[in-house]
T-cell receptor, first 116, second 110 residues
């Protein structure tokens, strides 16, 4: 079956520090990969996505590259801000999962706290 | 634009009471819809999904049920709530290959 493994948090960084949140996956087909962000008390927002190997998703200074050879999709940002404090979820969508419902498989989430 | 509404935003209910959470979607027709639960400090658990009116698939056995009476309406229900039903309930719709989420309902069972 499909699975997503994220680095465990919480992660605490100072403002302007470099961020990396590791994500690796296992999938039976050809997954699309996603990063979602959840701010306190809110739903999940799609942060970025990549649909095939070597694609790079980017948004709001965040980037992640779909690495098929290492089955990874690590999230990076060069300079974090206090407003980036949130929980980040890595996820995959596998067209060939068989359910036909485009279910997402999520990691457990990584809580990021950025301090001034 | 395509928007997901969830109602109510917060709810406090006693154990054994019934539950009805509503999700409505605007700006799209016949979307795949999903109910997730997020327990405190934990990840997301898919509860139900629906590919059309009257079609419900359950992912985990529980005392919750779901219904889709209209194309853009997805309802999560329970006849008798348990303490373990407390959590943050999220409705989502399918995009191209991603999902888009509503604002969620915070349920506390006392």
């Amino acid at each position: 079956g499909n699975s997503v493994t994220q680095m465990e948090g919480p992660v605490t960084l100072s403002e302007e520090a470099f961020l990396t949140i590791n994500c690796t996956y296992t999938a039976t087909g050809y997954p699309s990969l996603f990063w979602y962000v959840q701010y306190p008390g809110e739903g999940l927002q799609l942060l970025l996505k990549a649909t095939k190997a070597d694609d790079k998703g980017s948004n709001k200074g965040f980037e992640a590259t779909y690495r098929k050879e290492t089955t990874s999709f690590h999230l990076e940002k060069g300079s974090v801000q206090v407003s980036d404090s949130a929980v980040y979820f890595c996820a995959l969508s596998d067209l060939y999962s068989g359910a036909g419902s485009y279910q997402l498989t999520f990691g457990k989430g990584t809580k990021l706290s950025v301090i001034p | 634009s395509q928007t997901i509404h969830q109602w109510p935003a917060t709810l406090v209910q006693p154990v054994g009471s019934p539950l009805s959470l509503e999700c409505t979607v605007e700006g799209t027709s016949n979307p795949n819809l999903y109910w997730y639960r997020q327990a405190a400090g934990r990840g997301l658990q898919l509860l139900f999904y629906s590919v059309g009116i009257g079609q419900i698939s359950s992912e985990v056995p529980q005392n919750l049920s779901a219904s889709r009476p209209q194309d853009r309406q997805f309802i999560l229900s329970s006849k008798k709530l348990l303490l373990s039903d407390s959590g943050f309930y999220l409705c989502a719709r399918k995009g191209f290959n991603e999902q888009f989420f509503g604002p969620g309902t915070r349920l506390t069972v006392l």
